[in-house]
C-alpha cells in the first residue's frame, strides 16, 4: 500500500487550507461537465460527508456549441444522482466585442455571482496544467510578477470567493479518477481548436516537457512569482501610507517622497490611485501608466483612465476627470450613490440633483475658497443643483454640510493597495 495521500485527501487539504476554520454551511461549484469540474464535483461530495457542508451546483450554457445544453443536462443528471441542487444558466450571447473566450469567462463569472444568493464561496476547477498553460499566456505578454504569479488559489470577486482548490493537482490524475469511479464527463470540443491560444500552449506545453520545460517548473515558477508580488504589493502600501493622504475622495501624493521611491512602487501608487478615484476595475495599461509617471515626475498632469493628475507645488492630486462626470447626474435621495462611490445624504436634498460642480457651480460659490489654480481639481466633486442652482457643495464647505459622502474603495490608498 502507497502512503501517498489520495486526491480525496489532497482535496480537504486543500479546502482546509482555502476556507479556515470556519466553514460556510453552503458552497457553490461552477461545473461545466467537462471533466475537471465533474472530478471537482465528485471530490466535494465526497468531502461533504466529513464535514456538513451543503452544495449547490451550477452550469452557464453558453449556446456556442451544439452540444452544450447536453452537458448541462450531463451535470444536473449527476447532481440528481448525487443529492445536490442544480441551476443551468443561459448566456444571452456575445456582442461580438474583443475575444469571445474572454466574454464567455467575464460573462459567466458575473451569472455565476448573480446566482449564488448570499453564498460567499465558489469553487472552480483550475487545474496545475491551467496554471501552467496561464504563466505561458503572460510569458508570451511579456507579463511581469503579478502576471507570471498565474491564478491565485482563493480570488476575492467583489462579494463572491472564486476558490480553485484543484490548483495544485494534474489534470492526468484528475482524468484517472474519473475513469476509476466511473464518472460521466463530457469531451469539449473546442479543448482542440488551436485557434485558441490557451489550446496552442497546451500544446507547446507537451513539447516544452519533453525538452524538461513542465508544469511542475511552471506553477513553481508562478508559486515563487505570487510570494514576491505579495512583498512587493507590502511595500507599497507601506510607501502609500507614508506618502499619501485622501482628501474629498482625491489622492494626495507628496511629491519628494515619490520622486526618491523606485519605478515599480511609484507605477503601483500611482495604477492604484487612478483606480481608487476613477473606479477602475482593470489596472490601466502599462505604456500608458509608464507615459503618465514620465510626465509627472518632469512636473506635467495628464489623465487616464477616467482619472486626472494635477502636479502643483510639492503635491500630486490625482481627481475624477471632469470629461468622465459631466455628464452624471443622480437625483438625489438619501441613501444613493453619485458615481459609484458617494453616498447621498440628508433629508433636506431630496428631489435636487447630484452633478459634477463643474464650472457653473464653482461659479456660484460664495464666498470662494482661496484654491487659486487648484480650483479646477474641484471641479469634478460632487455638487447638489437645483435645476442650475447651486445648492451645495459639502466639499468646498459651501451650502449645508454632509449632503454627499465619499464611500471610496477602501479607508486610504495604502489599504486599497493591500486588497488588490
Ligand atoms: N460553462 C461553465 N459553467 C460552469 N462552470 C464553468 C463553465 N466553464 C468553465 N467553468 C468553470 O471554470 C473552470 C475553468 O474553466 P475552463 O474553461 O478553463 O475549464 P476546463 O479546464 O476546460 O475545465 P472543465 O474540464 O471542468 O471544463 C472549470 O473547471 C469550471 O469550474
Redesign the pocket.
Known amino acids: 500500500m502507497s502512503d501517498a495521500p489520495s486526491l480525496d485527501d489532497r482535496f480537504a487539504a486543500a479546502m482546509g487550507q482555502c476556507l479556515g476554520p470556519d466553514f460556510p454551511s453552503e458552497i457553490g461549484l ?3 461537465g ?5 472530478s ?1 464535483l465528485a471530490l466535494a461530495h465526497n468531502w461533504t460527508k466529513r464535514w456538513g457542508v451543503r452544495l449547490r451546483v ?3 450554457d ?1 449556446g456556442l456549441r451544439p452540444g452544450s445544453a447536453d452537458e448541462a443536462r450531463l451535470v444536473a443528471e449527476e447532481c440528481r444522482v448525487l443529492g445536490w441542487p442544480h441551476d443551468t444558466l443561459n448566456w444571452q450571447g456575445w456582442d461580438g466585442q474583443g475575444n469571445l473566450q474572454d466574454a464567455a469567462r467575464r460573462a ?1 463569472l458575473s451569472l455565476i455571482d448573480g446566482w449564488r444568493q448570499g453564498m460567499r464561496d465558489v469553487l ?4 496545475a496544467d ?1 496554471q501552467a498553460e496561464t504563466v505561458l499566456m503572460r510569458l508570451r505578454r511579456g507579463s511581469g510578477v503579478e502576471g507570471l504569479a498565474g491564478m491565485a488559489q482563493i480570488r476575492e470577486a467583489g462579494a463572491m470567493r472564486v476558490i480553485r482548490p484543484l490548483l495544485g493537482e494534474r489534470r492526468d490524475a484528475l482524468r484517472f479518477y474519473l475513469r476509476v469511479m466511473r464518472i460521466p464527463f463530457a469531451e ?1 470540443p473546442s ?1 482542440a481548436d488551436e485557434g485558441f491560444e490557451r489550446v496552442r500552449m497546451r500544446k507547446l506545453l507537451g513539447a516544452l516537457e519533453e525538452a524538461g520545460l513542465g508544469v511542475d517548473a511552471l506553477t513553481g515558477t508562478a508559486q515563487r512569482m505570487a510570494r514576491a508580488a505579495e512583498a512587493l504589493k507590502a511595500r507599497a502600501a507601506d510607501i502609500a501610507a507614508r506618502l499619501t493622504r485622501l482628501d474629498w475622495g482625491q489622492i494626495v501624493i507628496d511629491r519628494d517622497g515619490f520622486a526618491e521611491t523606485e519605478r515599480d512602487t511609484q507605477m503601483r501608487l500611482l495604477a492604484a490611485s487612478l483606480r481608487f478615484v476613477a473606479g477602475g476595475t482593470y489596472r490601466p495599461r502599462a505604456d500608458a501608466l509608464e507615459a503618465l509617471l514620465d510626465g509627472a515626475l518632469s512636473g506635467r498632469g495628464g489623465t487616464l483612465g477616467g482619472a486626472a493628475l494635477h502636479v502643483e507645488g510639492g503635491e500630486m492630486r490625482i481627481v475624477r476627470e471632469l470629461n468622465a462626470v459631466e455628464e452624471t447626474a443622480t437625483e438625489a435621495g438619501t441613501g444613493r450613490l453619485w458615481d459609484g462611490r458617494w453616498r447621498i445624504e440628508g433629508p433636506e436634498i431630496n428631489g435636487l440633483t447630484v452633478r459634477a460642480l463643474g464650472t457653473r457651480g464653482w461659479s456660484q460659490v460664495t464666498p470662494k475658497p482661496q484654491l487659486g489654480p487648484r480650483f479646477r481639481q474641484a471641479l469634478s466633486l460632487p455638487a447638489v443643483f437645483r435645476g442650475e442652482t447651486l445648492v451645495a457643495c459639502a466639499a468646498l464647505g459651501f451650502g449645508p454640510a454632509h449632503t454627499c459622502r465619499f464611500e471610496g474603495p477602501a479607508p486610504s490608498l495604502a489599504r486599497f493597495v493591500l486588497s488588490h
Open positions: 461552477a461545473v461545466s467537462g471533466g475537471d469540474s465533474m471537482m451550477v452550469t452557464v453558453h459567466r472552480f476547477a483550475h487545474t491551467d469539449d479543448n
